[in-house]
């Protein structure tokens, strides 16, 4: 079972994904800010990893860069409803998720990476 940690500050967000991909059959872990974020996702290196970019204590670009230097190398999605050209170059992330986002496109990305993994 692919496990997806969620980092998100926004409660309602948080719970409509979390609970949108373990309807999909994943084991997904909530983090709500950065700081936690990474501490959960050094301690328990979990398959996938979609954050926000705009929260408390570390921004999702801190956590990744963070991660990335601690060599963290599986996939990070980032949502957010700053557009993608307007990020800082050579971000970390693999994927981009427009905010507000359907939950349709955050199972089919993830699945994307799920297949790419091969995970079943």
């Known amino acids: 079972m692919l496990r997806v ?3 998100e500050d926004e409660p309602d967000v948080a719970l409509v994904a979390a609970t949108v991909l373990e309807e999909a059959g994943y ?3 909530v983090a709500s800010d950065g700081r ?3 501490d ?3 301690q328990e290196q979990p398959e996938l990893i979609v954050s926000d970019f705009m929260m408390p204590r570390l921004s999702g670009l801190e956590m990744i860069q963070a991660l ?3 060599g963290y190398a ?7 409803a700053i557009a993608e050209d307007h ?3 050579h971000p970390g992330y693999d994927a981009y998720l427009a905010k507000p986002y359907g939950t349709r496109e955050l199972l ?3 699945e994307k990476f799920r297949q790419r993994m091969g995970l079943g």
Do not use: Q, S
């Open 5 to 7: 940690l969620l980092v």
């Open 27 to 29: 084991h997904v872990t």
């Open 36 to 38: 936690d974020g990474l």
């Open 40 to 42: 959960i996702a050094m």
């Open 68 to 70: 990335r230097e601690a």
């Open 74 to 80: 599986r996939p990070v999605i980032l949502t957010t």
């Open 87 to 89: 990020l800082p170059r």
């Open 108 to 110: 089919a990305l993830v």
